[in-house]
């Protein structure tokens, strides 16, 4: 099966499906900290052609798609110090269209099954809702981040181990929050990509599931190059932290 994962440098999800025997590649416009023979730096417009992949699973740059930093939307004044860089007011609320024409577009891409994976924002509001929501703590990892999964053509993703919290105060906090429940990872300038990456226990469960779904879905003489059942045979593994 050929996959195709937009928007990752980190190449986790891209490895998950190379793992159990998939022709995966990742595409950014960084470079990839991982193997970079199966990478594309480019715009992954340019590789969404009819007829070149399977899947396509994409995670866009969710920084004016999240709910976050509401107040930066507004045209001022503002009730804190704006960072240097900080788009605010009528140039924020452009950058939010651009990026909701661009989520539109990766949906309609020319690829049979597509993933478009996001924190909770205005996809679902704008465009559409999300087909699921997933914990990271539902699939062995020991985190919280509630991503929505917009699908098409595929089944939503199945729990494959769920991590317990710890309690503070009677609320549940895993290993990446704090008591208060706020995020661990300090302050600098890339925090936003350790922020981004996939957990590995996602990867997995794509790879496994979607995989074995997919393979079930379309085989035939066509597509001799899939692999058969190895997906079904994946186990969840739990990990402390993403890669």
Known sequence: MRVLIGCESSGVVRDAFRALGHDAYSCDFLPCEGDSAFHFQCDVRTLLKPGMWDLFIVHPDCTYLTNSAAWAYGDGPYHQKVKPGTLVGAERRAQREVALA???????????????EN??????????????????????????KKTGLWLKNLPSLKLTQKIEPRMVDGKPRWANQTDSGQNRLSPGANRWIERSRTYRGWADAMAAQWGDYITTQTMGPQHDHRTNNQATHRTARRRKSPR
């Open 119 to 144: 924190p909770v924002g205005v996809i679902s509001t704008r465009l559409r809702p999300a087909s699921q929501y997933i914990q990271p703590h539902e699939y062995g990892e020991d985190a919280s």
């Open 102 to 116: 661009f989520v539109e577009e990766m949906l309609n891409a020319p690829v049979p099954f597509i993933a478009l």
